[in-house]
């Protein structure tokens, strides 16, 4: 079983800790249940230039406090409050993933990319409208499980809506970032685009949250092998 749970805001405290409060204890309280259960944990982490300078100590929080649990930081998306390309906010970065051991954050291909994202450099192709099926709650699905791109059609409107095709034109501009949207998006989807490129390996990505069980490690390589081959005949 995987638990997500979501520290987002564009406030300066979102990744100060206050214990005091109950809200607080209750969360730290289940996400230790459920490591010391066995269960996944991934955390994610919304960043901004109010929040960034806290990444390290949310980092080294997360390492002493909890067991099975992967922390995924990444910046606001096509927001106003997006994360401004300066050294000190990179160094925040770098001093998060040299504050815990790996395994706490994603692999050193993920910051990597995270950094670029920042940047306004992201290289990486996007595969997620050829491998994630998401359904929004009207029946909708959109050919990009973060929402921003057009819907694929809807489930309560047909009896079979087939998955996108590969040479549909929208899947096509996801994939060669050619979206503006798509080239400040970077979420933790994006373990698989990197597994993809070849930015990170099958042994990174076993580190990762849900990927930590083989079954899916398995399934994850069958994946890249598929549309890997279906995008050499396009």
Not at 186 to 192: K, L
Not at 204 to 213: H, K, L, M, P, R
């Amino acid at each position: 079983m995987l638990f997500r749970s979501v520290s987002q805001s564009r406030y300066r405290d979102v990744l100060r800790f206050s214990p005091k409060t109950k809200n607080f204890e209750k969360i730290v309280d289940l996400i230790k249940w459920l490591g010391n259960k066995g269960h996944f944990v991934e955390i994610s982490a919304v960043l901004t230039d109010h929040n960034i300078a806290y990444l390290p100590d949310f980092a080294r929080f997360v390492f002493r406090e909890f067991a099975n649990t992967i922390l995924y930081p990444f910046p606001v998306r096509f927001s106003e409050y997006n994360i401004s390309n300066t050294s000190e906010n990179i160094s925040f970065i770098e001093k998060a993933w040299n504050a815990v051991p790996l395994g706490i954050l994603p692999p050193v291909g993920y910051k990597e990319q995270l950094i670029e994202v920042i940047q306004n450099n992201k290289t990486t192709k996007c595969y997620l409208p050829l491998i994630v099926l998401s359904v929004c709650e009207d029946g909708f699905m959109p050919f990009c499980p973060c929402g921003i791109i057009s819907d694929h059609g809807n489930i309560f409107d047909k009896k079979h809506l087939s998955p996108p095709s590969i040479n549909d034109l929208v899947i096509k501009r996801v994939m060669d970032l050619k979206e503006q949207k798509c080239k400040s998006c970077f979420t933790h989807f994006d373990i698989i685009n990197l597994f993809f490129e070849n930015k990170i390996s099958l042994q990174e990505v076993s580190q990762c949250g849900i990927f930590q069980d083989s079954r899916m490690n398995k399934l994850l390589e069958s994946f890249k092998l598929h549309n890997l081959n279906l995008l050499k005949n396009v």
